[in-house]
């Protein structure tokens, strides 16, 4: 059976080369106004104007009435930690009353706070946990996850997170194995050893259960250095996992130069990374995953270097970095207004480096990303008339109907 989508005020397509963006293509959406779509199973038949869309309707087609408001392809968020229990409200007060994120972790809290409750959780309540957070996301217009692991720490507690990311629905979700997110509590003073259990035990494991995609580390002085990175990434890569890294979030370590150095998908927060490190992303075709939230919420005005990198050729991405500690936030829409008002991002740039550029970095660029032909029917109906109105209102929910599959995930009201 067909769908038509028809009277979008504009049906923001994204139309374009099936790889990454950069320069004056991020401001190029391809945007058909007074546009239509037509669906077929799960998969996008034809996106253009209502007069070429209209006559491929059958009898038994289902029309949806956009009513005169904004398309957009689903928002793909390519960095997050939605597999957590408990939270860190009480942190969160801590940090308002000036105590650091660092203070607090060298303290035994931040990520392995996280990671003692989330240990203590079954499989079951992990999932449950998390799917209330599926809601949040589909309601800001996500359809796409990167869902990372880390809060377990263990191979069974890793291996637990990942199988709860495997369960969720109606998500679409690409697990990312994240062992090396901190040193836990029963192997301070053996970072080494802990080590050993990720490359060893932990990679071989998820890589024989086809648990992640990807492997990520979180490249700091104080949690795994330059060289210790190396070291796990290098096995990560051997095993054939794709490499994503958290690169030069609280300093400027050469975490950047890493990733070029291993051919990385992605290189995440790069709050501190200069001239040099945006030159080595370049040269290698890294694409940086720019995380604004968690600067905003650690209450630091240090964000990224966004305009540099574009004006450096840089396929940037956005994305929200949902988790308890450093970004408890699951909405795009409010990363999109952070990118415009922070990093001077365009509005149309910001668009695009939530979708299509975020999709590339997940290997989905042929699947999700944009509405073109052949494509999965990801898309959202947003609450307003023109794209830029997503970044500009902030603080509402502007997700009105949410399709995945061409399916009605969320709305209709
Ligand atoms: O991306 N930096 C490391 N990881 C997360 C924070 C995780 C946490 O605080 O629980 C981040 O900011
Ligand atoms: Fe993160």
Known sequence: MKIAILG???????????????????????IIADGAMLIEGDRILRAGSPSEIEPLLDADS??????????????????THPVFAGNRAGEFEQRVAGTSYAEIAAAGGGIRSTVRQTRAASEDDLLAAVQRYVRWFL??????????????????DEC???????????????????????????YRGRK??????????????????????????????????????????????????????????LSNSGAAALAAELGAATADHLEHTDARGIAALRAAGVQPV???????????????????????????VLATDFNPGSSPTPSMPM?????CTQMKMTPAEALAAATFNAACSL???????????????????????????????????????????????????
């Open 335 to 339: 990363i999109l207004s952070l990118a």
């Open 139 to 156: 309601a800001s217009g996500t359809t796409t996850i990167e869902a990372k692991s880390g809060y377990g720490l263990s191979v069974e």
């Open 8 to 30: 979008c005020s504009q049906l923001v397509t994204l139309a374009g080369p099936a790889r990454p963006r950069t320069g004056a293509e991020l401001r190029d959406l391809a």
């Open 192 to 249: 080494h050893d802990y080590m050993r259990v990720v490359t060893e035990q932990m990679l071989p494991r998820v890589a024989a259960e086809k648990l992640a995609e990807y492997c990520d580390v979180f490249c700091e002085p104080g949690v795994f250095s330059v060289e210790e990175s190396r070291a796990i990434l290098t096995v990560a890569r051997s095993l054939g996992f794709g490499l994503r890294m958290h690169a030069d979030q």
């Open 160 to 186: 637990k997170l990942l199988r709860a990311i495997a369960r969720i629905q109606p998500l679409r979700c690409v697990a990312t194995f994240l062992g090396a997110h901190e040193v836990p509590d029963e």
């Open 290 to 316: 720019l995380l604004p939230g968690s600067v905003y919420a650690l209450g630091s005005t240090r964000y990224p270097a966004a305009r540099a990198m574009i004006e450096a050729g840089l396929a940037v």
């Open 363 to 413: 290997g989905r660029q042929r699947e999700i990303g944009s509405l073109e032909t052949g494509k999965l029917a990801d898309f959202v109906i947003h609450d307003c008339e023109d794209y830029r109105e997503i970044p500009y209102f902030f603080g509402i929910q502007a997700a009105r109907e949410v399709y995945i599959s061409g399916q009605p995930v969320l709305g209709r009201w």
């Open 62 to 79: 289902t029309v949806i009435d956009a009513g005169g408001r904004v398309v957009l392809p689903g928002f793909v968020d390519a960095h």
